[in-house]
């Protein structure tokens, strides 16, 4: 049973950072591709970004690629995604998700976590 | 970026019903279009990948097709579970996209 288990919710002033992660448990959690997803409120879904199984490589949306980072540690199961510079319009609830197998199920998102909401205000 | 345009953004339909949402691509995305549903405070699920491979577990009632840039998920007899926010996203090429999204209500 694949579980992605999420941080806590979070509350941020404007300009700030916030690092949320995600814990991996019941597959092989170095074999695949995370991402992160996130949900701005009554919105729909925003893709961010992604890493590989080895943690070595990063692929984000242009909008975000100034001002964040994922990554990994493969010794706990956990990914982590920071995200810098907050506005007001970063209030959002943020997923890590799995990336799916095989040639084509590869950059679908099979597993999700929870959600973890961010709250930028001042 | 791959741009994705769902339509409609929103419909009412009865139990039983069969429905389909399309969801349309800027550019020819090989086929590498997923499905997902989301329910309030939810995470979304995955229900469909390379347009037309079911994900396990889902019922059968569930069915995608297209070709090019014109794809479509079909739900064949709705049931009451059914009724949630549906999502194409492609995952064809970076930056993966998703659709704004199709709500479905019950009539």
């Known amino acids: 049973q694949v579980q992605l288990v999420q941080s806590g919710a979070e509350v941020k002033t404007p300009g700030a950072s916030v690092k949320v992660s995600c814990k991996a448990s019941?597959?092989?959690?170095?074999?695949?591709?995370m991402h992160w997803v996130r949900q701005a409120p009554g919105q729909g879904l925003e893709w961010m970004g992604i890493?590989?199984?080895?943690?070595?490589?990063?692929v984000y949306a242009q909008e975000f690629q100034a001002r964040v980072t994922v990554t990994r540690d493969t010794s706990t199961n956990t990914v982590y995604i920071e995200l810098s510079s907050l506005t007001s319009e970063d209030t959002a609830v943020y997923y890590c998700?799995?990336?799916?197998?095989?040639?084509?199920?590869?950059?679908?998102?099979?597993?999700w976590g929870q959600g973890t909401p961010v709250t930028v205000s001042s | 970026a791959i741009r994705l345009t769902q339509s409609p953004s929103s419909f009412s339909a009865s139990p039983g019903d069969r429905v389909t949402i399309t969801c349309r691509a800027s550019?020819?995305?090989?086929?590498?279009l997923a499905w997902y549903q989301q329910k309030p405070e939810k995470a979304p699920k995955l229900l469909i990948y390379?347009?037309?491979t079911l994900q396990s577990g889902v019922p059968s009632r569930f069915s995608g097709s297209g070709s090019g840039t014109d794809f479509t998920l079909t739900i064949s007899y709705l049931q009451s579970e059914d009724f949630a926010t549906y999502y194409c996203?492609?995952?064809?090429?970076?930056?993966?996209?998703f659709g704004q999204g199709t709500k479905l209500e019950i009539k």
């Open positions: 998700a799995r990336g799916g197998t095989g040639t084509a199920a590869a950059g679908s998102l099979d597993y």
């Open positions: 019941g597959d092989t959690f170095n074999t695949y591709y």
């Open positions: 890493i590989t199984p080895s943690g070595y490589d990063t």
């Open positions: 550019h020819g995305i090989n086929n590498y």
């Open positions: 390379a347009t037309s």
């Open positions: 996203q492609q995952h064809f090429s970076y930056p993966y996209t």
